[in-house]
């Protein structure tokens, strides 16, 4: 019998948390949910949480060095992205956007673009607030991307 994935949660600012848990359960999916010790994360049955010291990168540390591959990793964050990637496993973003080859290096390079114009002092927007239709469309990617694992013998 092949081990399940885990479906990994960047959980720190993770806007999708409620839904991750809903579908997780539906497949019987274990959840880890990641977060520095400045966020609070309720226990519940499926879901286990680590909490990690609060410097800037030991959530993605953390997760880079506990996923394994066919993990499923939700995350905003590219730089993370791009090392799940590495590591064989699934990267989602919590608006449903899977990141893979042939969009991460695009990804990184905007993020790299933006970050040097707001050093030379240019003024970028933020992302827009997470709508009901994101949440939808998230839910819907991840469970898309669970079924397709479990048409393939993969869950």
Do not use: W
Not at 57 to 69: E, F, G, K, M, P
Not at 87 to 104: F, H, M, T, V, W
Not at 110 to 136: F, I, N, Q, V, Y
């Amino acid at each position: 019998m092949k081990a399940l994935p885990t479906i990994v949660v960047d959980a720190d600012a993770c806007p999708v948390k409620r839904e991750i848990v809903e579908t997780a359960r539906s497949f019987a999916i274990p959840v880890l949910m990641v977060a520095s010790h400045d966020h609070r994360l309720q226990q519940e049955a499926g879901v286990a949480i680590m909490q990690v010291d609060r410097s800037d990168q030991s959530v993605d540390l953390y997760i880079a060095n506990h996923i394994a591959r066919g993990d499923i990793v939700v995350t905003q964050d590219f730089g993370l992205a791009t090392i799940v990637l590495a590591k064989g496993a699934i990267a989602l973003s919590p608006r449903g956007q899977e990141y893979d080859d042939s969009n991460i290096d695009y990804l990184m390079e905007r993020r790299h673009e933006l970050a040097k114009a707001r050093r030379g002092g240019m003024r970028t927007k933020g992302p827009k607030a997470m709508s009901s239709e994101d949440r939808t469309r998230f839910q819907q990617k991840l469970t898309k991307v669970l079924q397709t694992r479990k048409e393939n013998d993969k869950l």
